[in-house]
């Protein structure tokens, strides 16, 4: 993927999370990814954190936080992808690399 079309797919993202109204926003990521567009340009006061790490860095992940979506980047997530005890569905995808998942229910 070219970096235009990265661009592309994080401004589209970005305008579905600016447009949505969204306060509360995880974050899955695999690999290498692109973190920091996506925080530069959501709006201010937004919360955005980390999900399901699998890192040594997990113990720092708030199991409290339930967002209200979750943007996936470089990250396949299954039909149903579950975190913190709450379900979530693709609800959008830009591009072949990014999506963002929306909070259906709890378990």
Same mark, same amino acid.
């Given at each position: 993927?070219?970096?235009?079309?990265?661009?592309?797919?994080?401004?589209?993202?970005?305008?579905?999370?600016? @447009?949505?109204?969204?306060?509360?926003?995880?974050?899955?990521?695999?690999?290498?990814?692109?973190?920091?567009?996506?925080?530069?340009? !959501?709006?201010?006061?937004?919360?955005?954190?980390?999900?399901?790490?699998?890192?040594?860095?997990?113990?720092?992940?708030?199991?409290?936080?339930?967002?209200?979506? !979750?943007?996936?980047?470089?990250?396949?997530?299954? @039909?149903?992808? !579950?975190?913190?005890?709450?379900?979530?569905?693709?609800?959008?995808?830009?591009?072949?690399? !990014?999506?963002?998942?929306?909070?259906?229910?709890?378990?």
């Amino acid at each position: 993927m070219s970096r235009r079309e990265i661009e592309e797919s994080y401004k589209e993202i970005v305008n579905f999370v600016n @447009e949505g109204g969204y306060d509360k926003i995880g974050l899955l990521t695999g690999g290498d990814s692109y973190e920091y567009p996506l925080d530069a340009t !959501i709006k201010n006061g937004v919360r955005l954190e980390h999900m399901n790490v699998m890192n040594a860095t997990g113990k720092y992940e708030n199991a409290d936080f339930v967002p209200d979506i !979750i943007i996936a980047v470089n990250f396949a997530p299954d @039909e149903v992808t !579950i975190c913190h005890g709450f379900e979530y569905e693709i609800k959008m995808v830009a591009g072949e690399d !990014i999506c963002v998942l929306e909070k259906t229910g709890n378990l």
